[in-house]
């Protein structure tokens, strides 16, 4: 794996950096953060104190450099904060572009080097200790510090409730990612809709209600063609979930909707109370066996079930193999 990204700093944040500056309570805090193109790292804000700091952090990372005027003049302290709920992505770029961007301010010109994930803890980067916490670090490469910090943080994400979904072996019963339904829970949008639509979105790694529509009949069922997706479909009293995944639908897709079926539905379950009378599992939409879904309550499904059984069951007797004829003396 690549421990650098190819992202470097903009020359406005350098220079700007280098610049001397006074802050009203002898601190200059600067923050700098990748550009929406993910081609450089830009310069983003400053701020003359910890606590306006903290009130402006949004749940994503960024750099933050901090001086004291005072007693460290020539250096910042540096400090990468990396919310635990922030985007995988952005956790693991941000990681394997820090070495460059620290090298490219200048070594002189950087004292302290920490990771933060909690706003709180920006109170501590200025603590002075009594051992160099660079010592250790000094003796290690740059592309040594950056694998240990982005092994340090898959392991924290492995820790925690948020897992990498390629961490995931098989299905897990628990959901990896957020829920995102607007202003009505799921079983809610299903009380007024009787098709929900679901998609995952990679990006902010959440399960989103893309879509939603009232149908007359099963037939009138469509599912979404283009990508993957979670179809939960009402007919009468009975709820049905189906999972689509298109030919032609790309590997990493297959892999995150097919490790997250089975923790939205547990989820589905247990926070919106929803029961299912089939969960159906198709490629294309075409595949789709509208004789599934064509059942719109209990007492249907009872009878359906029974009329299944007797016909397994008298297929099984109608082919018993037939016993030879006697042997003859």
């Known amino acids: 794996m690549s421990s650098q990204s190819g992202i470097s700093a903009e020359q406005e944040l350098i220079d700007f950096l280098h610049n001397p500056s006074q802050g009203s309570q002898g601190l200059r805090i600067v923050t700098a953060g990748v550009s929406d193109d993910f081609t450089s790292v830009q310069l983003k804000g400053t701020y003359d104190s910890l606590s306006l700091l903290q009130s402006n952090l949004r749940n994503e990372p960024i750099y933050v450099f901090v001086k004291d005027l005072q007693k460290s003049p020539n250096q910042y302290a540096f400090a990468s904060y ?3 709920s922030s985007p995988v992505k952005l956790k693991m770029l941000y990681a394997s572009t820090k070495n460059t ?16 994930t909690d706003p709180a803890d920006f109170q501590d980067v200025l603590e002075s200790k009594d051992a160099d916490p660079q010592q250790g670090a000094a003796m290690l490469t740059e592309s040594e510090r950056t694998e240990i910090e982005i092994s340090q943080q898959q392991q924290r994400m492995k820790l925690g409730n948020r897992k990498l979904v390629s961490q995931n072996e098989g299905a897990p019963t628990s959901l990896v990612f957020d829920v995102k339904s607007g202003d009505f829970t799921i079983n809610e949008l299903l009380q007024q809709f009787n098709v929900v639509y679901c998609r995952i979105d990679l990006d902010t790694e959440q399960i989103q209600v893309v879509d939603k529509s009232n149908i007359n009949e099963s037939t009138q069922l469509k599912i ?4 993957p997706s979670y179809t939960l479909y009402r007919n009468g009293s009975l709820n049905y979930f189906i999972y689509s ?4 639908s790309k590997v990493k897709e297959r892999m995150v909707y097919a490790s997250n079926r089975l923790g939205f539905i547990n989820h589905l379950k247990t926070q919106d109370r929803l029961e299912f009378a089939r969960v159906i599992e198709i490629g294309d939409p075409d595949d789709l066996e509208l004789s599934l879904i064509s059942t719109s ?5 009872k009878q359906e079930e029974a009329e299944e059984a ?7 007797r109608k082919f018993n193999k037939p016993k030879g004829p006697g042997r003859r003396r």
Request: net charge negative; aromatic share 0%.
């Open 82 to 84: 990396v919310p635990d």
């Open 101 to 116: 961007l620290v090298r490219q301010i200048g070594g002189n010109s950087i004292g302290k080097q920490v990771l933060i």
């Open 224 to 227: 979404l063609p283009e990508h």
């Open 245 to 248: 995944c298109p030919s032609g």
């Open 297 to 301: 309550s209990q007492e249907e499904q």
């Open 310 to 316: 007797s016909a397994r069951s008298a297929s099984s």
